[in-house]
């Protein structure tokens, strides 16, 4: 445990931002999974109403540096690739 004053408020700053973090990145993986399982279900309008969701919440991580700007495009061109594959199929 952090004796200094200025430590132990660091404590609770890192705290308070790690549950932030935490409720942002679930709720895009949350958001991914239950589009995934539309995927599969081939329920693809469905998936198609969901996608700007999981967009919006990928880009939101991108914007508290939860995820790389890179990684984020990976993951929603793979989304997308998704919805496109299936519609065809």
């Known amino acids: 445990m952090p004796i ?6 660091r404590v609770r700053q890192e705290a308070t ?3 932030r973090n935490t409720l942002t990145k679930d709720a895009y993986k949350g958001l991914i999974k239950e589009f995934s399982l ?3 279900d081939k329920k693809i309008e ?8 999981v967009q919006k919440a990928i880009d939101m ?3 508290k ?3 790389n700007s890179n990684t984020a495009s990976r993951k929603k061109s793979h ?8 519609k065809t199929a």
Do not use: D, H, M, Y
């Open 65 to 67: 540096n939860l995820l």
């Open 46 to 53: 469905e998936a198609q109403k969901l996608f700007p969701t």
């Open 17 to 19: 931002r790690q549950k």
């Open 61 to 63: 991580a991108v914007k």
């Open 79 to 86: 989304l997308s690739k998704q919805i496109s594959v299936k």
């Open 38 to 40: 539309l995927i599969t």
């Open 4 to 9: 200094i004053k200025s430590a132990i408020k």
